[in-house]
Structure formats: C-alpha cells, structure tokens
C-alpha cells in the first residue's frame, strides 16, 4: 500500500518554494515535489486551486485540502493536522 503523501506544486526560482520544500522534511512528512515550470498540466492544476493565478507554494493534503502561500504556522498546523488526523487548528 502507497503511503499518503503531500504534494508540493513549485518553481525553482521561488523563495517561499524551497523553505517549503524543506519544511516537510523536517517533520518527517511524506511529500512529492512538482515543478511547473516544464509541466503545463501542473500549471493548470495550480491555476484552478487558485483561482485563475500560478501561486506557488501550492500544498495539496492527501484528504484534498490546498494550500498556496501558508505561511509557516499555517503549514505547520496542516502538517500536525495531517499526523493527528484532527482539523488543523483555525479550521472549523
């Protein structure tokens, strides 16, 4: 059985994509990186998780949430969300 993982839409010329990058690592959280700069159906993706815009970091949870641009409690709070199972924290 795969493991569920995050997915991390991102460029490499993004500042925000590689602390996020990082981060999951750090925690132990299994995540796959897609760049969208060579993928047109990533880009595509991304533009409808995001309402017509490219914004990168885009995180997309195994249960389906988004997030684009979190800033590091946000993405933190998902990341324990996503261990415990429990709604991240803010989230109703």
């Known amino acids: 059985m795969d493991t569920p993982e995050i997915v991390v839409y991102t460029t490499q010329w993004c500042g925000d ?35 017509g815009y490219l914004s990168v970091p885009a995180l997309v949870f195994p249960d389906g949430r988004v ?17 415990t199972g429990r709604p991240p924290m803010g989230s109703t």
Do not use: M, N
């Open 67 to 83: 997030l684009v641009e979190p800033s590091r409690h946000a993405l933190r709070s998902a990341i324990d969300a996503e261990r």
């Open 17 to 51: 994509c590689i602390v996020v990058k990082h981060l999951p690592k750090d925690w132990a959280v299994p995540f796959r990186e897609v760049d969208i700069s060579g993928d047109d159906a990533a880009r595509e993706f991304v533009r409808g998780a995001t309402h």
